[in-house]
């Protein structure tokens, strides 16, 4: 079964930092760009990092320079770990593959909450 | 980097149809025909349901289209089912490695 598994989400307060992994069974894993796509409570999905197969990472504006994407090939994982955290960060996170320029496969996300 | 724009809601009854639409930019729906669209259900994670504009991965029902004109894209579902009921965002590549999402659209089946 092709399947994502987030894990790593939790309460943390304003500055300070998580991590967040990604488990990855049924596909090549080695051959997947992969993301994280967020969604605020109750908002819309908003992108926020990608990295490809070959190692290529891009994010979006309000992470860049404080959030950093990475994985593991030989553990079929991915990470993002995230730091200097505002409240604004608040959401629950998903890990995608894609494929085409679309998001084909989905983790249950894991929920992020910043607050004191 | 603004959102795409899409309706809060939409509605049917069973068995009509209903189209909703994205709009975007020249900058990004305007430019690729990487629009997609994504049902998600409350509690859930997203389901990829068109990509490539109007292209359906295996399993999504034929109810379920896509097309395009300019900066604007629509998603139609015909034939409305009680479990079409969802959360529907569509999203467009916006070059440079970058995705943007619409403010997602409230589907009723009535």
């Known amino acids: 079964e092709v399947q994502l598994v987030e894990s790593g989400g939790g309460l943390v307060q304003p500055g300070g930092s998580l991590r967040l992994s990604c488990a990855a069974s049924?596909?090549?894993?080695?051959?997947?760009?992969l993301n994280w796509v967020r969604q605020a409570p109750g908002m819309g999905l908003e992108w926020v990092s990608y990295?490809?197969?070959?190692?290529?990472?891009h994010y979006a504006d309000s992470v860049k320079g404080r959030f950093t994407i990475s994985r593991d090939n030989a553990k079929n994982s991915l990470y993002l770990q995230m730091n200097s955290l505002r409240d604004e960060d608040t959401a629950v996170y998903y890990c995608?593959?894609?494929?085409?320029?679309?998001?084909?496969?989905w983790g249950q996300g894991t929920m992020v909450t910043v607050s004191s | 980097q603004s959102a795409l724009t899409q309706p809060p809601s939409a509605s049917g009854s069973p068995g009509q149809s209903v189209t909703i639409s994205c709009t975007g930019t020249?900058?990004?729906?305007?430019?690729?025909?990487?629009v997609s669209w994504y049902q998600q259900h409350p509690g859930k994670a997203p389901k990829l349901m068109i990509y490539e504009v109007n292209r359906r991965p295996s399993g999504v029902p034929d109810r379920f289209s896509g097309s395009k004109s300019g900066n604007t894209a629509s998603l139609t579902v015909s034939g409305l089912q009680a479990e079409d009921e969802a959360d529907y965002y569509c999203s467009s590549y916006a070059g440079r490695i970058n995705w943007k999402f619409g403010g997602g659209t409230k589907l009723t089946v009535l």
């Open positions: 020249s900058s990004d729906v305007g430019s690729y025909d990487y």
């Open positions: 990295i490809s197969s070959t190692y290529e990472i």
């Open positions: 049924g596909f090549t894993f080695s051959y997947s760009h």
């Open positions: 995608a593959s894609d494929r085409d320029y679309a998001f084909n496969i």
